[in-house]
């Protein structure tokens, strides 16, 4: 009889131990299967933004300490932005298959394109080299030429293969330069392809680098807005005033 007493208790608790188990495992699954609601105050961040810096194997852009690049560019392999220089808001410098300079106190402004090919059929340098005091307006596309000092692009240009701007020319809105065609200085050119118009004057060969000047100083003031010095703290102390939240 004592036998059987405890053979009869063992079956009992293991029978309470398995309904109990079964008893939790479903509450557990009531749980889970509730609609989470996400708090109101939670930020959704976005984790998949893209590198401005991207390095490509053992090459690394390099970015002067007081050149301005803006925080949606993207500069990949083997790009130099030297001092004094600006890169603007949704330009691509893709320096994958040669070499990209810009040269000190140069700006690339909004949504340009600048690449380089591995060789020119022309022979010239396929690298793509834009020299001091340069300006590149927006939405310019640029492939393996070369850009001497003070020269302005105008916006919407296309520079393919193997082209030179020399010194003190200016290349008119929306105009293409094909491969290996070479802009001589002081000239004005415009049109598809590209064309002379006429020789520059003094008073517009001086202006040229006066307008990359004044780029690079407006520059500063974008510049001031990201580390290491930066007035969004100014933003943040508001915030948390409106929030009752001590400073």
Same mark, same amino acid.
């Given at each position: 009889?004592?036998?059987?007493? @405890? ?6 608790t =293991? ?48 970015? /002067? ?11 990949? %392999? ?32 909004? @949504? ?7 060789? =020119?059929?022309? %022979?010239?340098?396929a690298? !793509?080299?834009?020299?001091?005091f340069? !300006?590149?307006? /927006?939405?310019?596309?640029?492939? #393996? ?8 692009? %105008? ?17 008119? /809105?929306g ?5 290996g065609?070479?802009?001589? #200085? ?43 010095? =930066? ?12 929030? %009752?939240?001590?400073?």
């Open positions: 009889m004592a036998s059987l007493a @405890r053979i009869s208790r063992k079956a009992l =293991s029978a309470l131990s398995s309904q109990s188990h079964r008893v939790l495992l479903r509450g557990f699954a009531a749980e889970a299967s509730k609609a989470v609601t996400p708090s109101p105050d939670r930020v959704k961040w976005d984790y998949r933004g893209q590198r401005k810096i991207i390095p490509l194997g053992q090459w690394v852009p390099k970015v /002067a300490v007081d050149a301005y690049v803006a925080p949606n560019v993207v500069l990949a %392999g083997q790009v130099a932005v030297l001092d004094g220089s600006s890169v603007w808001s949704g330009s691509v410098l893709r320096g994958d298959l040669n070499k990209i300079t810009l040269g000190f106190c140069s700006n690339v402004q909004e @949504r340009c394109v600048i690449h380089a090919a591995w060789s =020119s059929p022309t %022979g010239l340098p690298e !793509t080299s834009i020299e001091r340069v !300006t590149v307006g /927006a939405y310019s596309l640029l492939r #393996s030429c070369t850009i001497e000092p003070e020269c302005i692009i %105008g916006q919407h240009s296309i520079l393919m293969e193997g082209s030179l701007v020399e010194t003190h020319s200016i290349l008119e /809105a105009s293409v330069v094909p491969p065609r070479r802009i001589p #200085s002081g000239e004005l050119w415009a049109g598809n392809p590209a064309r002379f118009v006429r020789m520059l004057t003094h008073e517009e060969t001086l202006e040229i680098p006066k307008l990359a000047v004044a780029i690079n100083d407006l520059s500063k003031n974008h510049f001031s807005e990201f580390l290491p010095y =930066s007035t969004v703290y100014l933003e943040v102390e508001k915030f948390k005033k409106s929030l %009752g939240i001590s400073i």
